[in-house]
């Protein structure tokens, strides 16, 4: 069993910054496949994809934040991390981190993902 802690949450103003850190219980690195991502979920929307990334460090991002989002995997802290630039109002969710070992399919389907953190609130006010 993975145990997911997210971290870095808060309230900011639009246009400002936020990084979000996944912490895992288990070093996600020795194993031989996997992907981590990100998503979110608004109140009354449904859970979305937000970013991806594979062992071999192969990105996916929603078309929403490209360009502003950057995901990464620390293999020495054993995180998974997020950097949320220009943020918008939009970008106002519930944030979550998730990790399927074995699969290396970078995706942004939730139904794909087996170990789900319990979420860090972001809120961003205009």
């Known amino acids: 069993q993975v145990q997911l802690v997210e971290s870095g949450g808060g309230s900011v103003q639009a246009g400002g910054s936020l990084r979000l850190s996944c912490a895992a219980s288990?070093?996600?690195?020795?194993?031989?496949?996997?992907?981590m991502a990100w998503f979110r979920q608004a109140p009354g929307m449904e859970r979305e994809g937000v970013a991806s990334?594979?062992?071999?460090?192969?990105?996916t991002y929603a078309d929403a934040v490209k360009g502003r989002f950057t995901i990464s995997q620390d293999n020495a802290k054993n995180t998974l991390d997020l950097q949320m630039n220009s943020l918008k109002a939009d970008d106002t969710a519930m944030y979550y981190c998730?990790?399927?070992?074995?699969?290396?399919?970078?995706?942004?389907?939730?139904?794909?993902?087996?170990?789900w953190g319990q979420g860090t609130q972001v809120t961003v006010s205009s």
């Open positions: 288990t070093e996600i690195y020795m194993y031989k496949d996997y992907s």
């Open positions: 990334i594979n062992r071999l460090k192969r990105t």
């Open positions: 998730a990790l399927i070992p074995g699969w290396s399919g970078a995706s942004l389907n939730s139904r794909a993902y087996v170990y």
